[in-house]
């Protein structure tokens, strides 16, 4: 998997990632389907369309976001989680 940024559980669906993510590559935003299920409780980053510039990681406050590189190992199942979302 290329080195792209990551979302996990830590996530609390502020949008404050969205906000600044030059690529919109983080969905689903607060207007679109599914960002009101509570049964999705986190944020997901397209890995085809992230290119790891750290903006997102900057902006959470929750420390929910890393880079592929420094995705801890219990951690690292959030990588296929995310790309899943958008295979769908």
Avoid: W
């Amino acid at each position: 998997m290329p080195n792209v940024s990551v979302i996990t559980d830590s996530c609390i669906k502020d949008y404050l990632c969205v906000a600044v993510c030059l690529r919109k590559a983080i969905h689903p935003k607060k207007d679109e389907a599914g960002a009101t299920d509570p049964n999705l409780k986190q944020l997901f980053i397209n890995p085809k369309k992230c290119l790891s510039c750290g903006s997102c990681i900057a902006a959470c406050q929750n420390g929910a976001i890393f880079d592929m590189p420094d995705l801890p190992p219990e951690k690292a199942h959030f990588a296929a989680l995310n790309a899943a979302y958008y295979k769908k």
